[in-house]
C-alpha cells in the first residue's frame, strides 16, 4: 500500500472519528453518577480575648499548613470619591512591613518554600500564606509582621498606583471591562457597590497616604478579624499561634469609619449603549439586582444559574455559540453580597450581531420560567456545582478560602457540609419558582461597541436607550455622563 493510499485513509478515518465526536457519539460525555454522601472535615473555634476569631481545620497526615487572615470588610468601604482604596490597603500589606521591604518578605517566605498574597475584594480583605507545616511558625510570623505593622511607604505606594493606572489605561479600551465597570453603575448607582473595586484613573490617582492608613485603622482590628488555619493541625495548635502572633492586636480607639452609602431600593431597568469608535467587537450585557447571600433563595439561584450560563453546555452557550455561532463564549453569574447581589448575563460578538444577541439573552432569561430545567439536564448542572464545590476543597488553601467565604457572609460553618445535599435536593418547582422570582421583570441592558454598526437594529427591540459617547463616559458618577462645564 503506498503512502498517498495511507494518508489518504487516515484522513477520511480522521475525519469520520471527528464528525462522531462532533454528534455526540463514540465520545459522548457520560451521564453524571447518582449524588452520594461526602463528608468534609467540621471546622472548629474559639476566639482570642482582644476579640480574634481562630477557626481551623484538622486535615491530619497533609504536611502543608495553609493560613489566612481575614477582615470583614473590604471596596464596599471606599471613601467617596476614593474606589480602589481598600485594593491598594490590601495590596500594599506585603509591599513592606516596618522592618521588612517587599524583596525581604517575598524572599523570607521564598526561603521556607512557601507561597503568601494579600488583596481585597466586596466585603473583605485578607492575607494568606501556604507554607510546609514544619515552617508554620516562621511564615506565620511573616503574615503577622504584613497585617500588624504595614508600612504603606510612599515609593510603594506609588509604584502600585503607578501599576494600577497602567492596567486600567489599557482595559478602558475594550468593550468587557467597560461593560462590566457599567453593569456595577447600572444596578447598584451610587450605593456601596456602585462604584468600580479597583478604581478608576481618577479615584486612583486621588488616594494618598492618609486614605489608605485611614482606611486600614478602621477596620483592620482584632474583633473585625478571623484567622483560619488548615492542615496537619489541632484546634489548640491553633490557638497557640494565634496568641503568640495576634494576642498582642489592639485597636485603634481614635479611628473612623465613614458611614457606608446605602444602594437605593427603587430600581429601575435602564438601557445604556456605550458608543466605542475603535471597537472591533461589542460586549453585550443583561443585568438587575439580585439575592444577598443569606438568602433562602441562594442555592435554587444557583442551579438556576448554573442551567442559564454556566459551562460549555448551559442554555446560554448552546443557543447563541453552539447552534448560531455568535460568540466564543456566553455566561452568566449571580453574585451575592453581604448587603446585596446582581445577576448578569454577557457575551462578546460582532458588532453587527449585537442586537441579535442582546434579544436571545432575553430570550434565554424568560425561557427558564417556560421551559423548566429538568431531569438530566437538571442533574447535569447539580453535579457541576457540587464537583466543582468538593474540587475546591482537596487542598488546605481552597478549604481556608470556603471558610473565609462562609466567615464574609456571616454562615454558619455547618454548611460547608450542607452545600451538597442542598443543591441535590433543589427540585425542577425550585428552578421554575426562582426564575419566576427575580426574572419576571425586565433586567438591564448594557452595550458597549460600535453604536452606529447596531443601533437602528437594536431600537427595535429595545426602547428608551441612552447613547453615551466613550468621550463623555464617567464611571465615578451614578449616571455614567461626564458635567459639561
Not at 478608576?200 to 474583633?223: G, H, M, S, W
Not at 488548615?230 to 494565634?242: F, M, P, W
Request: aromatic content about 6%.
Amino acid at each position: 500500500m503506498n503512502s498517498r493510499l495511507v494518508s489518504t485513509l487516515g484522513i477520511a478515518f480522521f475525519a469520520m472519528a471527528s464528525r462522531a465526536f462532533a454528534i455526540g457519539g463514540v465520545d459522548a460525555p457520560p451521564a453524571p453518577s447518582e449524588p452520594h454522601e461526602v463528608i468534609f472535615s467540621q471546622p472548629k473555634e474559639t476566639r482570642l480575648e482582644n476579640g480574634v476569631r481562630v477557626i481551623v481545620v484538622e486535615r491530619p497526615g497533609l504536611p502543608l499548613l495553609a493560613a489566612e487572615l481575614l477582615v470583614r470588610n473590604g471596596a464596599e468601604t471606599d471613601p467617596k470619591d476614593r474606589a480602589g482604596c481598600a485594593s491598594m490597603t490590601g495590596s500594599l500589606l506585603t509591599r513592606g512591613t516596618e522592618t521588612k521591604s517587599a524583596p525581604q518578605i517575598a524572599s523570607a517566605m521564598e526561603s521556607l518554600g512557601g507561597a503568601i498574597d494579600s488583596g481585597a475584594r466586596w466585603d473583605a480583605a485578607s492575607a494568606g500564606i501556604v507554607v510546609m507545616s514544619d515552617k508554620a511558625e516562621a511564615a506565620l510570623a511573616i503574615l503577622a509582621d504584613v497585617i500588624l505593622h504595614p508600612a504603606f511607604k510612599q515609593e510603594e505606594i506609588d509604584r502600585l498606583k503607578n501599576q494600577t493606572l497602567d492596567g486600567l489605561r489599557v482595559v478602558l479600551e475594550q468593550p468587557g471591562p467597560i461593560g462590566r465597570y457599567v453593569t456595577e453603575r447600572v444596578i447598584f448607582g451610587e450605593g456601596e457597590y456602585g462604584h468600580a473595586a479597583g478604581g478608576t484613573p481618577e479615584t486612583v490617582q486621588a488616594i494618598n497616604r492618609e486614605d489608605i492608613v485611614k482606611l486600614y485603622q478602621a477596620y483592620f482590628t482584632p474583633d473585625n478579624a478571623t484567622l483560619i488555619l488548615s492542615g496537619n493541625l489541632t484546634l489548640e495548635d491553633g490557638k497557640r499561634y494565634a496568641q503568640q502572633f495576634f494576642g498582642s492586636w489592639k485597636t485603634n480607639q481614635s479611628a473612623s469609619k465613614e458611614p457606608l452609602r446605602v444602594t437605593a431600593t427603587d430600581w429601575k431597568p435602564a438601557n445604556v449603549v456605550i458608543d466605542l469608535p475603535q471597537a472591533g467587537q461589542a460586549s453585550v450585557t443583561v443585568a438587575k439586582p439580585s439575592i444577598k447571600r443569606d438568602s433562602p433563595d441562594y442555592y435554587a439561584g444557583l442551579v438556576a444559574n448554573a442551567a442559564l450560563g454556566q459551562g460549555f453546555v448551559s442554555r446560554l452557550n448552546r443557543e447563541i455559540r453552539i447552534k448560531r455561532g455568535l460568540s466564543y463564549g456566553v455566561r452568566s453569574a449571580m453574585d451575592s453580597r453581604r448587603s446585596g447581589g446582581s445577576f448578569f448575563a454577557s457575551a462578546q460578538t460582532k458588532n453587527e450581531s449585537a442586537p441579535e444577541v442582546a434579544r436571545l439573552l432575553q430570550i434565554e432569561l424568560k425561557r427558564l420560567n417556560t421551559e423548566p430545567v429538568e431531569g438530566k439536564e437538571l442533574k447535569s448542572r447539580q453535579a457541576m456545582l457540587t464537583g466543582a464545590y468538593a474540587r475546591n476543597l482537596e487542598t488546605n488553601r481552597g478549604f481556608v478560602s470556603q471558610v473565609a467565604s462562609l466567615v464574609t457572609y456571616d454562615r454558619p460553618m455547618d454548611t460547608l457540609n450542607k452545600f451538597m445535599p442542598t443543591i441535590n435536593a433543589i427540585t425542577t418547582n425550585d428552578v421554575t419558582a426562582f426564575a419566576a422570582k427575580y426574572f419576571d421583570t425586565p433586567p438591564s441592558l448594557i452595550v458597549v461597541g460600535k453604536a452606529p454598526a447596531f443601533m437602528e437594529a437594536l431600537k427595535k427591540d429595545f426602547q428608551d436607550i441612552k447613547v453615551i459617547p466613550q468621550h463623555d463616559l464617567d464611571l465615578n458618577r451614578a449616571d455614567l455622563t461626564k458635567v459639561k462645564p
